[in-house]
C-alpha cells in the first residue's frame, strides 16, 4: 500500500492517485467517489472508509474529515491522508481502529478546494484564500498584487527606502523590521510591502489593490450568510459555490453524520462555535459536552480548544458568519471543530499569547526568538535575508523576510508527520464517543397456537445521546429512532404497531459526578417494544430497529410452533 509522502505536498493529480491506489487495494474498507466539481472542473474526492463487511456505511453513525477548504492550507490535506492511511493500516491489528472501522463509519474530504491548492503549489505561486473564481469584480483592480516576482517560489516581502517609512531594522538583527518609535527622526526608514506588480502604477501612490479571487468558501455556508456589504467574500448567496455546495449536499445525502472537524492553519489550536456568539447561546449541556471533548482534544494532540467568539476574533466588533462549523453544529445539531494546524510561536518557546492579537502586535523581542529558532530548526530556510531585486515599477527594492507559504501557512516538511500524527487519535476517538444503537435483548414467546409475544429492547452503548445534541432536537433536525415489523406471509398483528417511534436515547454524557443531586442512573439509554403476532409456524419475521445517527440493527426471526 502506498505510503503517504511528508516531504512534500500532493498536487492533486497526486493526490487522486493515492485515493485511487489505496481505494483499489482495500476495497473492503475504503471506497473513493466524487462529490462534485470544482470551478476549474476538478473532481472532489469523498472517500469512504468502514469495514463494509460489517455493514453498509449508511447504517453506522458517521464523521466527516474535511480539509484544504483554503487555498494555501495544503498541511490539512497531508493530515486527513494521514488518518485514512492510519485507519487503513490499523485495521486488524490496532484495538481502535478495528473497533471504529467495524461500527462507525469515516468521511474523509482530503481536499475542498482543489484549485485553489494546485494553484498554490505551483512553480509561481499566487496565494488567493479559497476559490479561483473571479469574485466579487471579473477584472483586476488597479494596485498592488502580489506575485513571485523573481520566479523563485516564493512571495516574500519587499522593503522599500522611504524617509516616511513605519519600520526600521533591528539595532542587533538587521534581518528583523521593528516599528519605528511614534517620536522618532533622523533615521533609516523603510516601507514594507508584499513581493508583486502594480497595476497602473502613476509613479507615486500604492495602494494594495482588492484580490481579484475574493472569494472565501468558509464565508459561503447557510448559517447566518451574510452579503459582500457585511462580510467580504461570502459569495453572492449561500452554498453558491460548486466547492461549498458539493460538501452541503454530500452532509445531508449523509444523515448518519454525528461529528465534522475541518482541517485549516494556522495557530494550533481547536475552534469551537459560536463564531457570532458568546458560550451564553449554547444549551448548556451541549457546551458542557464541547468542553469536556475540547478537554480530550488537547489531551491527545497538545493544542487547546477555545471558543472562536471569545478567544479568536479578527476585530473586536466584527464576528464570522457563514462558516461550516457554525453550519454544522447549529443547523445540523453535529458536533463540529476547526483544527488549525502548527504554531511557529510556540516551536520557537513563546506562550500566552493572544492567538489573533499576537500577529496584530507583539515585542521585538518573541521576533528574535522566531529567527533563532528559522536558523537552529530550519536551517534558515523559513526566514529570507533581504537581497536587491530590480522591480519593474518601483526601481531598486528589496526581497526578503518570512517565506510565509513554508514556515506559517504550512507545517515546514520535517516536521510535518510528527505535527498531525495526533489528530488522526483525536478524530478516531471523537468518532468512538458517537451514540450507537445495539441489541439489548430479543425474545420471541408462544403464548398460544400460532400465537406469539415478540418482545425487543435495544439501548445506545455511545458516549453522546442518539440525538448527538440538545440542539438537533431544537432544530428538529433528527428522526427519533423507529422499529419496524415485516410480517411473514399470512401473519397478522394482534397488539402493537407494525412501525413505532421510540424517541431518543441518553448517552453517558452527563454522567459527571455521583453526588450531583438532580443526577440519576435511570435507564434513558434504553427502549422497548412488543408486539403479539398471530403467525403460521415457520414464517420469518423481519425487525429493523433504525436511528439516522446512532445506526441501524436488522433481525430475521425464524417463528417456531
Not at 473532481?43 to 464523521?63: C, M, V, Y
Not at 484580490?211 to 452579503?227: I, K, S, T, Y
Not at 469551537?272 to 489531551?299: F, V, W
Request: charged letters at 25%.
Amino acid at each position: 500500500m502506498p505510503d503517504v509522502r511528508f516531504d512534500s505536498f500532493y498536487k492533486y493529480d497526486e493526490l487522486t492517485e493515492l485515493l485511487q491506489a489505496w481505494a483499489a487495494e482495500r476495497p473492503e474498507l475504503m471506497r473513493v467517489e466524487s462529490i462534485g466539481k470544482s470551478y476549474e472542473g476538478r473532481d472532489i474526492w469523498l472517500a469512504t472508509i468502514t469495514s463494509f463487511e460489517q455493514g453498509a456505511d449508511l447504517d453506522k453513525p458517521a464523521f466527516l474529515i474535511e480539509a484544504n477548504i483554503h487555498a494555501l492550507e495544503v498541511t490539512g490535506c497531508t493530515a486527513a491522508l494521514n488518518l485514512v492511511q492510519r485507519l487503513l493500516r490499523g485495521y486488524g491489528s490496532e484495538e481502535k481502529v478495528t473497533r471504529v472501522l467495524d461500527t462507525r463509519t469515516f468521511y474523509v474530504i482530503p481536499r475542498l478546494n482543489p484549485d485553489g491548492a494546485e494553484l498554490a503549489l505551483s512553480d509561481r505561486p499566487r496565494f488567493v484564500r479559497s476559490s479561483v473564481r473571479p469574485y466579487p469584480f471579473p477584472d483586476e483592480q488597479d494596485g498592488l498584487h502580489e506575485e513571485d516576482l523573481d520566479g523563485d517560489g516564493r512571495v516574500l516581502m519587499m522593503r522599500l527606502a522611504d524617509p516616511n517609512g513605519a519600520w526600521k531594522t533591528h539595532e542587533e538583527e538587521p534581518r528583523l523590521m521593528v516599528r519605528r518609535d511614534p517620536d522618532e527622526e533622523g533615521g533609516e526608514y523603510y516601507r514594507l510591502l508584499w513581493e508583486g506588480s502594480i497595476r497602473n502604477y502613476d509613479g507615486v501612490t500604492i495602494k494594495v489593490a482588492p484580490q481579484l479571487e475574493g472569494l472565501d468558501l468558509n464565508r459561503n455556508f447557510p448559517m447566518e450568510w451574510a452579503p459582500e456589504g457585511e462580510q467580504s467574500g461570502a459569495g453572492p448567496f449561500p452554498a453558491s459555490e460548486p466547492e461549498t455546495r458539493a460538501m452541503v449536499e454530500a452532509v445531508v445525502a449523509r444523515p448518519n453524520i454525528t461529528g465534522h472537524i475541518a482541517y485549516h492553519t494556522f495557530s494550533g489550536v481547536h475552534l469551537r462555535p459560536y463564531a457570532g456568539y458568546p458560550d451564553e447561546h449554547y444549551p448548556t449541556g451541549d457546551l458542557r459536552a464541547y468542553k469536556i471533548i475540547g478537554e480530550q482534544a488537547m489531551k491527545l494532540t497538545g493544542y487547546p480548544a477555545v471558543s472562536v467568539f471569545h478567544d479568536f476574533k479578527y476585530d473586536p466588533k466584527q464576528t464570522i458568519k457563514g462558516g461550516a462549523h457554525d453550519w454544522f453544529y447549529d443547523h445540523l445539531g453535529v458536533v463540529s471543530w476547526t483544527t488549525e494546524f502548527w504554531s511557529p510561536q510556540r516551536e520557537a518557546g513563546i506562550t500566552d499569547y493572544g492567538f489573533i492579537e499576537w500577529i496584530r502586535d507583539h515585542e521585538p523581542g518573541d521576533d528574535l526568538k522566531l529567527l533563532k529558532w528559522n536558523d537552529e530548526q530550519l536551517d534558515g530556510k523559513g526566514y529570507v535575508h533581504w537581497y536587491p531585486f530590480e522591480h519593474p515599477q518601483l526601481g531598486q527594492v528589496e526581497l526578503g523576510g518570512w517565506d510565509m507559504m513554508y514556515a506559517w501557512g504550512n507545517v515546514p516538511p520535517k516536521f510535518l508527520e510528527r505535527e498531525v500524527a495526533p489528530h488522526a487519535d483525536f478524530a478516531i476517538w471523537h468518532l468512538l464517543i458517537s451514540p450507537r444503537l445495539e441489541m439489548h435483548s430479543l425474545s420471541v414467546e408462544p403464548v398460544g397456537e400460532g400465537v406469539y409475544r415478540v418482545r425487543l429492547v435495544v439501548h445506545n452503548t455511545g458516549w453522546l445521546p442518539t440525538n448527538v445534541s440538545d440542539k438537533a432536537v431544537e432544530r428538529k433536525v433528527v428522526r427519533p429512532l423507529e422499529v419496524e415489523l415485516t410480517l411473514p406471509e399470512g401473519a397478522k398483528l394482534l397488539a402493537g404497531d407494525a412501525k413505532v417511534d421510540l424517541g431518543q436515547l441518553d448517552g453517558r454524557v452527563h454522567k459527571r459526578s455521583p453526588l450531583w443531586w438532580w443526577g440519576d442512573d435511570a435507564t434513558g439509554d434504553r427502549a422497548k417494544a412488543e408486539w403479539v403476532i398471530e403467525a403460521p409456524a415457520g414464517g420469518e419475521l423481519g425487525i429493523e430497529a433504525r436511528h439516522q445517527r446512532a445506526g441501524t440493527i436488522r433481525q430475521v426471526v425464524n417463528l417456531q410452533g
